[in-house]
């Protein structure tokens, strides 16, 4: 709840132009994505609900850093424009399809999106501390698209919303076989 209420205040503060205060919340906002789904997964604290909301905190987090990205280092997207658009076409596409499948967002939760996360974020937080990074972005992107392409081929697979399908496509194929 602590990251989707942080959203709001991240865009202000963006909107604002306070961008040290802007970083230091967004680091702490991924940084509570990362320990959060790990005391979920360890102490068994999971539902279908808290996953619905996980994923939403997450995409809401994740718009909210892009438009930081835009407002406070606007030459990232000058120079790589046409990468980040498509990322973003691309992960909203797989979010429309969740959506139209499904009426909720997809939640899989698969391992190769978390660390497609976790490699968004730390060059995220490397951008905002130490300024840009081409090959970390590269990486992220790369990370970004296959895990998107996962989705999608999972939400294609999988006729009803079943969250948490951390073993990603080998399990959706899995499931799909096995119906």
């Known amino acids: 709840m602590a990251r989707l209420l942080s959203t709001p205040l991240l865009i202000w503060l963006a909107w604002s132009q306070k961008e040290r205060l802007f970083a230091w919340l967004l680091i702490i906002a991924l940084a509570s994505d990362g320990l959060d789904g790990l005391l979920a997964r ?13 994923s939403i905190a997450d995409a809401a987090l994740m718009l909210a850093a892009a438009y ?28 429309l399809l969740a959506l139209f499948r499904y009426r909720r967002l997809a939640s899989f939760h698969t ?48 006729p009803e919303w079943s969250p948490n399908l951390r073993g990603g496509l080998r399990e959706a194929l899995r499931r799909r076989r096995s119906q």
């Open 42 to 54: 360890a102490f068994e604290w999971t539902s279908r609900l808290g996953s619905l909301l996980d």
């Open 111 to 158: 391992g190769l999106v978390r660390w497609a996360v976790l490699i968004f974020a730390i060059f995220v937080v490397v951008l905002f501390l130490w300024g840009f990074n081409a090959w970390l972005f590269y990486v992220s992107v790369l990370f970004s698209v296959a895990a998107v392409l996962e989705e999608v081929a999972m939400v294609l697979l999988i």
């Open 68 to 95: 930081g990205v835009w407002v406070f280092h606007h030459q990232v997207y000058a120079d790589y424009g046409v990468v980040i658009w498509t990322v973003l076409v691309l992960w909203g596409l797989q979010h």
